[in-house]
């Protein structure tokens, strides 16, 4: 999971609401992936119906 958060520097005690919106995040290692075939990869996976995938060894 990543975040990326925008932090009011000014301060305030107004109420905050954060949303995001993730549809799929692709990284392929030691890979020059031209962005068609990007798309072309996600699309196989959304057409699989795969939600998750993590290939990521843990170190």
């Known amino acids: 999971m990543f975040n990326q958060w ?4 000014q301060g305030g005690s107004a109420r905050r609401a954060y949303r995001q919106q993730v549809d799929w995040v692709y990284h392929s290692r030691n890979e020059v992936v031209p962005p068609a075939e ?10 699989a119906s795969t939600a998750f995938t993590d290939t990521v060894p843990s170190p």
């Not at 925008?6 to 520097?9: K, Q, R, T, V």
């Open 6 to 9: 925008f932090i009011d520097l």
């Open 38 to 47: 990007v798309l072309s990869r996600v699309g196989a996976l959304r057409a």
